[in-house]
């Protein structure tokens, strides 16, 4: 069994920042990419950002220059930094982990998600 646990939402002013964090723990061989979506209500989930186990990141063009993903794979951890956060930031940011388990079979694994509301 996996666990995949966000943590570092909140509530923050405009121009602000927060920095989300998701930890992966259980029957894990090894985790392949972790990534970040947010959603809003009524909305379909948004890939914000995605880091592979090498280190490539991508980034969805609304965020780029204000949000940075990093992981630390010792660790089965990944971060999202967001700086000057926005309004239109306000959403439940979800992380995603694409796990390789001892079976050596891939599965993705999503937390429960985190809120993030940006005031003006």
């Known amino acids: 069994q996996v666990h995949v646990v966000e943590s570092g939402g909140g509530k923050v002013q405009a121009g602000g920042s927060l920095r989300l964090s998701c930890a992966a723990s259980g029957n894990i061989f090894s985790i392949n990419v972790m990534a970040w979506y947010r959603q809003g209500p009524g909305m379909q989930r948004e890939l914000v950002a995605r880091?592979?186990?090498?280190?490539?990141?991508n980034y969805v063009d609304s965020v780029k220059g204000r949000f940075t993903i990093s992981r630390d794979n010792a660790e089965n951890t990944v971060y999202l930094q967001m700086n000057s956060l926005k309004p239109e930031d306000t959403d439940v940011y979800y992380c995603?982990?694409?796990?390789?388990?001892?079976?050596?079979?891939?599965?993705?694994?999503w937390g429960r998600g985190t809120q993030v509301t940006v005031s003006s």
């Open positions: 880091i592979t186990n090498g280190g490539t990141t």
């Open positions: 995603n982990a694409e796990i390789q388990a001892m079976d050596r079979l891939t599965y993705s694994y």
